[in-house]
């Protein structure tokens, strides 16, 4: 990798880097599905990706929900774009707002039953697209070792991410 670094002395050979190129390709790639998957969970559901991701998290979370702290890292948000999204939400009525049994003062977020609805219903739909569009132009026998280096490179760049406070 250092010898990568040293070749570069020009903008035409730090143009053509090989890991420069590389990691231009897979934000080119997650840019471009975040866009084809994004318009389709909005087009066919009413919710943008992020709320998709929030609903997720929220499922996976449970009851009694979660703090908008919570929501916040999960989504490597400030809490005050949590609020928003959380106020979007709430206003769709995917979400609400609950006390939180552990802390009078605390409030949590959980899911309506009209976002377990819509969390079911685009999760449905995402799968299909996953499928289509990230799965299916990739050889059958790469594609369980490209999801687990996935995995590996998110939980890495989530480990050197600094925590809220």
Same mark, same amino acid.
Request: charged share 30%; hydrophobic share 40%.
């Given at each position: 990798?250092?010898? !990568? ?21 897979? !934000? ?14 909005? !087009? ?122």
């Amino acid at each position: 990798m250092d010898e !990568q670094a040293e070749e570069i002395s020009s903008p035409r050979e730090a143009a053509n880097n090989a890991l420069v190129l590389a990691f231009g390709r897979l !934000q080119g790639a997650a840019n471009r599905l975040e866009y084809i998957l994004g318009r389709s969970l909005e !087009q066919e559901c009413g919710i943008t990706h992020l709320m998709f991701e929030v609903l997720l998290i929220l499922g996976r979370a449970g009851e009694p929900g979660l703090s908008m702290r919570a929501v916040a890292q999960e989504q490597v948000l400030t809490t005050g774009g949590a609020t928003r999204l959380v106020d979007r939400m709430e206003a769709a009525g995917l979400v609400e707002r609950a006390e939180d049994p552990d802390d009078r003062r605390g409030r949590l977020v959980r899911l309506t039953p009209f976002g377990e609805e819509t969390a079911v219903r685009a999760s449905r739909l995402h799968v299909e697209n996953i499928r289509r569009y990230f799965l299916d132009p990739l050889p059958a026998e790469h594609r369980e070792r490209f999801a687990e280096d996935l995995r590996i490179l998110s939980h890495s760049a989530r480990d050197v991410l600094p925590r809220l406070p």
